[in-house]
């Protein structure tokens, strides 16, 4: 089983649509979660962080994340053609030799289309 | 402030040299890593350094990859007698500590010929 796993996608929605993305994770100690946008030929990009059980919000991106259900998703609301990109579900387990790194997921490619 | 700097961004060489690949954390960052992406591929964890401990080298995929870090500065990713499967893009990040948020350099494209 896979550390990370997302919807390989691709996704494809219209512009002002609310795009959805899903990740799920097998190690139930996981304490961090991020997600990182990546264009194609760049560096992956830090958009949201999430620590604790719930919703969070900043701008246009909402995180959600469920520790019961081992589960991450992040909503693009009125998804804009510059959110075209891949997007990755990293996740840090926050402990002992582990504690440093990331693993992360095979991306969702996601395209907004005008 | 700077990001993550690496150097070079681009790098050819030819199968069996060796090559360096040099990264500059953000300043005052604790947390140094590598990683690798594949053409087409997700990022694969190398190494990381936590301050003054010894590093997790877990991700390194043989002995051929090695890599230092000076105290909470620049790394360097040392691969001899490369091989066309080591083409990708050695990516470095640097965080706060260990289980904070990390930020990327925009990264080495190594090509072995």
Known sequence: QKEVEQNSGPLSVPEGAIASLNCTYSDRGSQSFFWYRQYSGKSPELIMS???NGDKEDGRFTAQLNKASQYVSLLIRDSQPSDSATYLCAVNKGRGSTLGRLYFGRGTQLTVWP | GAGVSQS???????????????CDPISGHTALYWYRQRLGQGLEFLIYFQGNSAPDKSG???DRFSAERTGESVSTLTIQRTQQEDSAVYLCASSFRGYNEQFFGPGTRLTVL
Not at chain 2, 12 to 18: I, N, Q, R
């Open chain 2, 8 to 22: 070079p961004s681009n790098k050819v060489t030819e199968k069996g040299k060796d090559v360096e690949l040099r």
């Open chain 2, 60 to 62: 390194l995929p043989s």
């Open chain 1, 50 to 52: 999430i620590y604790s």
